[in-house]
């Protein structure tokens, strides 16, 4: 799924150009899926993984200027690892975004 979605974005630059704003959408539908009574954890888990493709895509942009690189990367792996490392992401990802929704709580009240 990374690899299309790298793929789109080598393809249409102004959407790599904006990914900040998109990354800043993505990660307000994370918290709006967290939040204690509307919790939908597979879709903010979805959202969150999305961003985090954004942001290295957009590093990668930076350093190199195409995302060749990243998308050989994100190919190459064997399915195993791919699931272990989407694994360990997705987890501590999950544990930044309850981290965030706490912070978010205590702010609040």
Known sequence: MQV?????????????????????????LT???????????????????LSCVLEHAGEAMKK???LDALIKRYSSHSLIN???GVFAILLEHQLTAYYMLITCL???G
Request: no cysteine; net charge neutral.
């Open 106 to 108: 205590l702010h609040a």
């Open 82 to 84: 791919w699931y272990l």
């Open 4 to 28: 299309y979605l790298l793929k789109v974005l080598q393809s249409n630059r102004d959407l790599l150009e904006e990914s900040r704003y998109l990354r800043q959408i993505l990660d307000m």
């Open 64 to 66: 190199t200027g195409n």
């Open 31 to 49: 918290l709006e899926k967290m939040a204690a009574h509307l919790t939908h954890e597979s879709l903010a888990l979805k959202f969150h993984y």
